[in-house]
């Protein structure tokens, strides 16, 4: 049978005529209201013993031959959702060292080939020359459109060619567990926007936030810690995830495994929808490392227990411990 990955990876089809029996069939409308009720989410907080039984699940699905759930009350292929990797034993241990060593490259770490390689430098060059036109606070808000509009309208910036649209949304609508990641993805589509009318700039950041309960979480750690709190990043477009994503693989000759352990792809980061990071007046670039915690502002918020993180220390997500990045449930 194929890997997890590679066999979610092929996509779902209609399994009706892969049926020989009516006994099989049962048996996959049987396990098809619990596979297709199965998030990333949901999985997160499960128990040893849950967990257990969902890889079950997924065991008698495979064993079935099939790469979808058939839904019983409509009677059509349904996709299973991307779920957490099975960790057990020595598995579960080159997870931790790999989540743990987030930045070092590890066996089995998916790099892109020279050709995708080089489109994501040009690629990257352009997202940069974008931001240098319009300034660091727009181009937190800007939409894919918007970018690829401004791009060809701006002779400083260059328009994208038709092989860096491919890639990038190659690498956006290309599964991120097929390299490592294992979050939800609040934005599904490449050109999702930012509703300006929605967010608020927050005074001497630089940074904004959606309006409701984000703002008022900020609000409300501000008022409990004081002005050492400060915001160090909030609402990301997917063009800003991507050029964040894009430098990490970069950085890392390449290696999307490495780059998606320190930060997640473009569609996938709730900075888009909710979230956003806190740091302390004065503690520059430690504010983004795990030395964060020795903070005073850490400490206080951990002490109040009113800091929700979005990766807490060893999650399941594949994403490295980030004690700044507040959790914001919309």
């Known amino acids: 049978m194929p890997g997890w990955a590679e066999w979610m990876h092929k996509g779902s089809f209609r399994i009706a005529n892969r049926c020989n029996s009516m006994k099989r069939r049962e048996f996959i409308r049987s396990l098809a ?40 009350a409509e009677g059509r292929a349904v996709p299973l959702p991307d779920l957490p990797p099975r960790l057990r034993g020595r598995e579960l241990e080159n997870y931790l060292h790999r989540l743990r060593a987030f930045n070092a490259t590890h066996d089995g770490d998916v790099f892109l080939d020279a050709k995708r390689f080089d489109l994501l430098r040009s690629a990257l060059a352009r997202f940069e020359r974008i931001q240098k036109t319009i300034g660091f606070g727009n181009f937190y808000l800007l939409s894919f459109d918007e970018a ?5 309208s701006r002779a400083e910036v260059g328009a994208f060619t038709v092989d ?12 991120a567990l097929l390299y490592g990641f294992y979050g939800e993805k ?18 001497n950041s630089g940074n904004h936030l959606y309006r409701g309960k984000p703002l008022e979480m900020y609000t409300l750690l501000r008022r409990r810690v004081g002005s050492k709190l400060i915001l160090t990043s909030g609402v990301r477009s997917v063009v800003k995830q991507f050029m964040l994503f894009l430098s990490k693989i970069h950085e890392g000759n390449g290696n ?43 400490k206080h918020l951990h002490a109040m227990g009113v800091l929700s993180l979005r990766y807490p220390r060893d999650n399941l997500t594949g994403v ?3 004690p700044w990045h507040v959790k914001v449930d919309v």
């Open 256 to 298: 999307l495994s490495r780059a998606s352990r320190s930060l997640a792809p473009p569609g996938y980061s709730y900075h888009g929808i909710s979230d956003f990071d806190v740091g302390q007046t004065g503690y520059g670039q430690h504010n983004f490392t795990e030395k964060f915690v020795e903070s005073e502002v850490f």
């Open 148 to 152: 690829v509009h401004l791009a060809q």
């Open 186 to 203: 609040p934005m599904k589509n490449l050109t999702d926007q930012i509703d300006r009318s929605e967010v608020v700039k927050v005074p």
């Open 320 to 322: 490295r411990f980030e």
């Open 33 to 72: 209201g619990v596979a297709v009720s199965l998030t990333p989410a949901s999985l997160l907080g499960m128990t040893p013993s849950a967990m257990a039984q969902v890889h079950e699940v997924q065991d008698a699905l495979m064993e079935s031959g099939e790469s979808a759930a058939l839904s019983a």
């Open 164 to 175: 860096e649209l491919d890639f990038l949304e190659q690498i956006f609508y290309e599964r």
